[in-house]
């Protein structure tokens, strides 16, 4: 992201955390959602926030959960979902369901 941050002149519209905050405290990381255009970044807590603001979010590496195919999930976030592939197998979408199986079962390889 910081390269294509430099690659195309974003230093003032497409800004780090971690250039701004030392500590990512809540207090910080709630003025900049509530200031921010759009969340790009992984599925972590502080998401939710930008959802609760109705600021739209890329969300990439995350699992699939059955809510977020409801309209109002639809609505702010659009989503790059995890995907594995078994040995000969197509490749599918990582769900908990699906991560359950693969530690229950021991399965290492994918």
């Not at 003032?12 to 990512?24: E, G, K, P, T």
């Not at 600021?55 to 999930?73: E, S, T």
């Amino acid at each position: 992201m910081r390269k294509f941050q430099k690659e195309n002149n974003l230093e003032s519209r497409l800004i780090f955390l971690i250039d701004i905050s030392n500590n990512y405290n809540f207090i910080d990381q709630a003025l900049i959602a509530k200031n921010s255009l759009c969340y790009i970044g992984s599925g972590s807590g502080i998401i939710e926030l930008f959802y609760y603001l109705k600021i739209k979010a890329f969300i990439f590496d995350h699992h699939f959960l059955d809510y977020f195919q409801l309209p109002h999930f639809k609505k702010y976030r659009k989503t790059l979902f995890k995907k594995y592939k078994l040995s000969d197998e197509t490749e599918n979408i990582l769900t908990v369901k699906k991560t359950d199986w693969l530690i229950k079962n021991q399965i290492t390889k994918y």
